[in-house]
């Protein structure tokens, strides 16, 4: 291979180790499930004191934007990021100011840790400004891959965004951390980097938000600051906007459309919601399937406060008149406990369903959309409308959705994960017909028979941890006979998926367990 195209190949494999997630796509992806930020609702923002001497002024670097759940902290990240964009190289080449942002979700585990955060930040950096990469290459073999271990990932990242951050052909850089408290893996080394790494480089601008309950443990200096969404001086803003954003949402309701309780509903969302766009979102959910002769009503029964909300959303589940339920429930604890977002099938497979709704992935959306407002489904995948959805199924919602505790619905995926592995794991799963074939030359089969089983390969031994079964592990119990008969089957298919360190991880996990089960 010639000197130049390896070059370049090492090159791509150095930007490749930061592309865990590109943050421009979780964006878009924020977009569809809860709809681009609506400018009248984020605008007050831009004109905020507190906003504009931290875009402007030399002596502002820090905006920590506090508020509570479904307070709208991620569509007013969302708001900031398109209106600075113009003016940044993400949208003009010629300008020499940066942007870079991420947004922190709990639910997706390569978008909820610190060393993400970081990788995506400079991902976002180096893809404009590709002379970036020179800050970084050093610290990566020729082949791409890095010098150092995971142990020290950690020093070697910060290390790198700080020598991209102090380049000296710099003007300003604005950088945007969505959900601070998301970011459930190493969130005090994070705001670590961000309150005191970076506070005499003045060119960097952050903005960042999290719920209330993150505290610094560092002393904020002058630079830095908190604006609160919850303090008198910012509530008024917030219900201004909450008032135009209810306008919006049920002016594309068809059962408003020319009914004379359009006004109504209007005063008497805004009275209700608290200042909380999450729950007008998902009140005026519940409201696309209501008659016109009913709104009225409905909106009257509908509580105050999001958990009173998600509340009403279990009871309807459970209504005996509704035959769905149990269905229901088994959607919403598999969803719970999942270690990422389920496609349909692999939900399906895992679940517990009937295999009629289970193999059929319309069945399944189906249920899923009788779920309550808890879920959305977005390109086969199964997402939590909002992370107050899930800590509410977790903290409050756990009699209705574990009826026998989260340990029995961990073995209850555990043991549905193994029967569709012993199901569908064969040899050669894709055909290839020869042994040693490189992974990139490897074409999925359409349809996929790993489609329903993906999720099962990499998590079943982390359900089996959860649900402390440890007699699973004795001789000829299921453990035992899976991989007597299906380990090799199980290996390659890991190797399909790419996740053969998984693999590796869940076999170590088993040898502790095991050594559990002896001493037991």
């Not at 113009?86 to 585990?109: G, N, Y």
């Not at 600051?225 to 008198?232: G, H, Y």
């Not at 399937?289 to 459970?318: C, F, T």
């Not at 008969?485 to 298919?493: G, I, K, M, P, V």
Request: hydrophobic share 40%; glycine share 4%; charged share 25%.
């Amino acid at each position: 291979m010639p000197a130049q195209d390896q070059d370049k190949q090492s090159r791509d494999r150095c930007v490749d180790y930061f592309a865990v997630t590109d943050p421009r796509d979780v964006k878009r992806t924020i977009h569809q499930t809860r709809g681009a930020a609506l400018k009248k609702s984020y605008d007050w923002i831009l004109r905020h004191r507190q906003f504009q001497r931290w875009r402007d002024s030399n002596d502002s670097q820090v905006l920590w934007i506090k508020g509570d759940p479904g307070k709208g902290k991620t569509m007013l990240l969302c708001g900031i990021t398109d209106e600075l964009c113009p003016a940044t190289k993400l949208a003009d080449p010629q300008a020499k100011t940066f942007l870079s942002f991420f947004f922190c979700q709990a639910t997706v585990r390569k978008l909820s840790n610190a060393h993400a955060v970081l990788r995506g930040l400079i991902y976002m950096l180096v893809k404009q400004q590709p002379l970036f990469l020179s800050h970084v290459q050093e610290r990566f073999k020729d082949t791409g891959e890095p010098r150092f271990g995971d142990t020290e990932a950690w020093a070697a990242l910060c290390n790198m965004f700080l020598e991209i951050l102090r380049d000296w052909n710099l003007d300003k850089i604005f950088i945007m951390v969505d959900a601070l408290d998301e970011c459930v893996q190493d969130q005090d080394k994070l705001l670590q980097f961000i309150l005191q790494e970076t506070k005499e480089l003045p060119h960097i601008k952050w903005i960042i938000s999290s719920r209330n309950h993150v505290e610094q443990r560092i002393r904020l200096v002058d630079s830095q600051s908190i604006l609160s969404l919850e303090l008198q001086e910012n509530t008024d803003s917030v219900s201004e906007a909450i008032g135009v954003y209810i306008s919006d949402r049920i002016s594309k309701l068809e059962s408003l459309q020319d009914n004379p309780d359009r006004e109504y509903v209007q005063r008497a969302l805004e009275k209700k919601a608290e200042g909380t766009f999450l729950w007008v979102a998902l009140v005026v959910q519940e409201l696309e399937d209501v008659d016109s002769w009913e709104v009225r009503q409905v909106v009257d029964d509908i509580p105050k406060g999001l958990d009173d909300l998600y509340a009403r959303m279990i009871d309807h589940i459970n209504d005996p008149a509704a035959r769905s339920g149990e269905y229901c429930q088994l959607v919403l604890s598999a969803t719970t406990l999942a270690y990422r977002p389920l496609q349909l099938l692999e939900l399906g497979a895992v679940s517990g369903l009937p295999d009629v709704i289970a193999g059929n992935a319309k069945n399944m959306e189906k249920i899923v959309k009788k779920s309550g407002s808890f879920l959305t489904v977005r390109d086969k995948t199964v997402y939590f409308v909002h992370q107050s959805a899930k800590d509410y199924l977790m903290e409050k919602g756990g009699l209705s959705i574990f009826p026998s505790g989260p340990a029995a619905a961990h073995h209850r995926m555990f043991t549905q994960s193994l029967c569709i592995l012993k199901s569908t794991l064969r040899r050669d799963m894709y055909n290839m017909g020869a042994l040693g074939t490189p992974i990139n030359e490897v074409k999925q089969p359409e349809p996929d028979p790993l489609a329903a089983g993906r999720y099962s390969c990499v998590y079943w031994v982390d359900h089996l941890e959860q649900a402390g079964s440890y007699e699973e592990l004795q001789d000829t119990g299921t453990v035992d006979t899976f991989l007597r008969t299906r380990c090799l089957y199980w290996l390659e298919a890991l190797s399909l998926l790419r996740s053969v360190t998984d693999g590796v991880m869940s076999i170590q996990k088993l040898g502790v367990l095991l050594q559990v089960w002896v001493r037991f």
